[in-house]
């Protein structure tokens, strides 16, 4: 370690009243062990970090946060926060030089409200954890991405987190009442209400949910909860022939006017990996739909939506039972774990009006043969989001691959569409912000930066 | 006129290719006729300001907007942006110096996709306007609020507006996907997206979302539709002897996770001017708990909820008849014509957590009598928004109701709330802005406004 890094360490030890190893009351709050550092260099984007970052800071409250930040600021030492190291973009990598700030300590749920229909948290709770206090309230945090078993309430408001239920119940943007946070200069701010209307000066709120971690830090969450969805789901899975039929199908059902908890296409590359993973006998199928309805009105609108399915050719199996609508689903929830036994994959996330949804897969399909890559694709139909997951051997991305997700995203803007729908730029799509936003509305969300962050502290080089 | 304001005059002129009389093929686009500059001195919050603005531009297309910005940027001329001014707050209220930038003749809806859920409009669209082109195809633009039939779209945007309806389907920020806005400088942006998800860079949508005029002009909105609620509305009406029993029972309601579309409470004040002005027998009666639930569940939830309001203290009619359910809802409907019979009135807007709800009620009683002024409060219940209606003779507000409105703000911060649910701050609300937001995000939230706006032209002495 440089002098420099020491005396930074050093510093931050005294801020934060540690004794010499980083440690208080037997707690280890600033820690070098290479092997922590090791892990920060990643996350589960299959990315990382060309070198370790110089310490972890384990913050155990609001006030840990405010003494980091004051002396990063004043040291100019970058800061990289960090929950559950779950994104899929880069964004909570850290490298040389940085200094990892992690909430995964500040994980306490401070208060439920059952008449206001809201919960307050520290960053650091669980998207699952929180779900499992509020079933016995009959109350729900309806984000929902695939990670929510292990990814923060902080870091899926960070990324403005989205998942399977958004069509229907909103991102996570839609389920955040109020921030608080600390500013680059050790500030602590708080912004929205409690209430579930406000408009008293400009939405930060908004601002900051999807900041990936470059405007401050959240260090508390007041967040919107609605009712659990009464009565059984009603659950759909249905083969088709071709993905542009399973595509042409769910675009009917919302031309219908019905309204699906969940709507997923899986493609024929995604049926083959499951196939072999599961044993199934799913090979030479087009495609899935999986469209699951909840709520009261769930069996009428599941009833609507079958003949649809078949009418366009879909082969279609209805349960309103609770298992077999399981089973149903298990197609779905096998394709991460049957990619990965397939090779190394890098997720991508782009999302199209969902009247394209037809003409991606069908670019998906062509860019796949044009750069010889291996492509298969789920997609979040009700929301036009697909996730083409590039698939190949070894570690390292190959450079045809790249060059595919380029073309990738070119076409998505074509369609009128946008290159990440809910995983975040991070690094990982840096170089392509400036084509989406035009170069005005790029040098103005830099400004936007620069006037939270006049030191460039905060997760410097990641989104923009 | 001053020299300076014929030679801005006479600039504006040549910059939107205007004749000597500032019209352009037999239209009027920019107005100095004082009975239209007298208007514009006014907005519905019953505020005025002290002399008439320069003159009034009723732009044409998003150039005449920018062609606008540029001259007034460039010579420093205050720009109010207006609608239909319909605002309450004194937002869109135009004084001496001032130029109005009139958005209403910008009034067609551009695209309507059914399949995509979504309408492109330009900012003049009147609400109910492009609901009632939505109707044919099953579609709804959510936001409500009560001006709807008079109020436009980019108006409802600017201010973020409320209504009726927020607890179930939310407010405006959650029905807008993108807008394009020009700048100060007159530069054109897009931002937001076509698509339900996007993540990439800061929200740029939601901070213009309630920004009153103050960070950029509203030329276009592409805005999200949902299908129209399935079947009949189910509607219950019930009186109760005390205001704080109705907000007990709405607090139960939500807490039983019902979800009404609609949840009003009309105090014994306003019960009484209804009376008069309807000749109906209300009278004595303590309070009006007006509930109506829609969609596919709507008779289910209705059933649960009247035992509720029952066991309660109410006095409940519950009907699933359309035409009877319109009568329930009258008594709601009347409130605001009731009231201006009634005298002058001040609406106020103050929003607490759903809690609250029966403490609030009971402040503005004490404030009532404390202070010697008469207040009759509409509450939407299921958000905690109320409107406290302070009514007097004459056309200027006496002293004694200002005092009162600053106790009543003061005690809804105290509650957790917010001082305005829906309204905005405008010109009425900036002496308790910096209060409620602290110094420390008042300071940041006005760097933005000049990063946004350097020259100060845009609604200029609004909000801050």
């Not at 600033?30 to 996350?43: G, H, K, N, Q």
């Not at 209430?195 to 260090?219: Q, R």
């Not at 089973?327 to 929830?333: C, M, Q, S, T, Y």
Request: hydrophobic residues 45%.
């Amino acid at each position: 370690m440089t002098t420099a890094v020491l005396s930074h360490l050093s510093q931050l030890r005294s801020a934060l009243r540690l004794d010499a190893d980083g440690a208080a009351g037997g707690l280890q709050v600033l820690s070098t062990d290479p092997a922590e550092l090791e892990i920060v260099r990643a996350d589960k984007s299959g990315h990382a970090s060309s070198a370790a970052p110089i310490g972890i800071v384990h913050a155990r409250s609001i006030d840990d946060v405010q003494a980091t930040l004051r002396v990063a600021n004043a040291l100019g030492i970058p800061v990289v926060t960090r929950g559950a190291g779950t994104g899929l973009a880069g964004g909570a990598i850290a490298g040389a030089g940085e200094l990892v700030l992690s909430t995964l300590r500040m994980n306490r749920v401070l208060e439920i409200s059952v008449d206001d229909e809201l919960a307050v948290v520290e960053p650091g709770v669980l998207n699952g954890d929180l779900n499992a206090q509020l079933v016995p309230h009959g109350l729900w945090f309806a984000p929902d991405p695939a990670s929510r078993a292990i990814s923060t309430i902080g870091g899926n408001i960070a990324t403005n987190a989205g998942g399977l239920l958004c069509a229907k119940y909103g991102v996570t943007r839609e389920a955040v009442l109020g921030l608080k946070i600390v500013t680059a200069a050790g500030d602590l701010l708080s912004l929205g209400h409690r209430t579930v209307k406000g408009v008293t000066g400009f939405d930060l709120t908004a601002l900051l949910i999807g900041s990936e971690g470059t405007l401050g830090v959240i260090v508390e969450a007041t967040v919107k909860l609605r009712p659990l969805p009464a009565g059984p789901v009603a659950t759909i899975g249905a083969y088709f022939e071709t993905v542009e039929q399973a595509a042409r199908a769910s675009a009917v059902i919302t031309a219908s006017r019905l309204k699906p908890a969940i709507m997923e296409i899986l493609d024929a590359r995604a049926l083959d990996a499951i196939d072999a993973y599961l044993g199934l006998a799913l090979g030479g199928r087009g495609a899935y739909l999986l469209v699951q309805f909840d709520g009261l009105g769930a069996p009428q609108e599941a009833d609507q939506a079958v003949p649809i399915i078949r009418s366009l050719g879909g082969d279609a199996t209805l349960s309103r039972d609770p298992e077999e609508g399981e089973r149903l689903f298990a197609i779905r929830r096998s394709f991460h774990p049957a990619m990965e036994r397939q090779g190394t994959v890098l997720i991508e996330d782009v999302s199209v009006p969902r009247s394209r949804l037809p003409a991606m897969f069908a670019a998906v399909t062509d860019i796949e043969r044009r750069f010889d890559v291996t492509i298969a694709t789920v997609a979040h139909a009700g929301d036009g989001n697909l996730h083409p997951n590039f698939v190949f051997p070894g570690s390292e991305v190959p450079p045809k691959v790249w060059e595919a997700a380029d073309e990738l995203f070119r076409t998505c803007l074509r369609l009128g569409g946008t290159l990440t729908g809910e995983h975040g730029v991070g690094l990982l799509k840096r170089r392509w912000l400036r084509e989406e936003l035009g170069d005005v509305q790029f040098e103005l969300q830099h400004k936007i930066k620069r006037l939270f962050d006049p030191n460039d502290i905060l997760n410097p080089g990641k989104v923009f």
